[in-house]
Nanobody, 116 residues
Framework: QLQLVESGGGLVQPGGSLRLSCAAS????????IGWFRQAPGKEREAVSC????????NYADSVKGRLTISRDNRKNTVYLQMNSLKPEDTAVYYC?????????WGQGTQVIVSS
C-alpha cells in the first residue's frame, strides 16, 4: 500500500519544540518534492514548508521562517519538520504531501496543539 504516515505531533507549551516525521511506505521518496501543510480549525489548509528532491533550497511560509526547519533523509525514506519556538497560532493538523509529475500523496495528518 502506498502511503505517507506522519507522526510526532502532540501538546506542547508555547516556546516549546516538536519534530514531525513523514515516512513513506510502498514507494521511495527520493525523487519526490515534499511539502508540509497545516490546517487550523475553521481555516483553510496552508503551505508551511517544502523541499525539493535534492534537499536543497527549502522554502518556508513567512509565519514560520526562522522557527521551522524542513529536512529529508532519503536513506530512511522520511522527511522531517523541526518546529521550535512554537506559538499558539501554530496549533493545527499538519500534513505532509509528496509530489512527482502526475503522482501525489497525502498523509493522514498529525495534530499539534500549542497551549499552556
Amino acid at each position: 500500500q502506498l502511503q505517507l504516515v506522519e507522526s510526532g505531533g502532540g501538546l506542547v507549551q508555547p516556546g516549546g519544540s516538536l519534530r514531525l516525521s513523514c515516512a513513506a511506505s510502498g514507494f521511495r521518496l527520493d525523487y519526490y518534492a515534499i511539502g508540509w501543510f497545516r490546517q487550523a480549525p475553521g481555516k483553510e489548509r496552508e503551505a508551511v514548508s517544502c523541499i525539493n528532491s535534492g534537499g536543497r533550497t527549502p522554502n518556508y511560509a513567512d509565519s514560520v521562517k526562522g522557527r521551522l526547519t524542513i529536512s529529508r533523509d532519503n536513506r530512511k525514506n522520511t522527511v522531517y519538520l523541526q518546529m521550535n519556538s512554537l506559538k499558539p497560532e501554530d496549533t493545527a493538523v499538519y500534513y505532509c504531501h509528496a509530489s512527482l509529475l502526475q503522482s501525489d500523496y497525502w498523509g493522514q495528518g498529525t495534530q499539534v496543539i500549542v497551549s499552556s
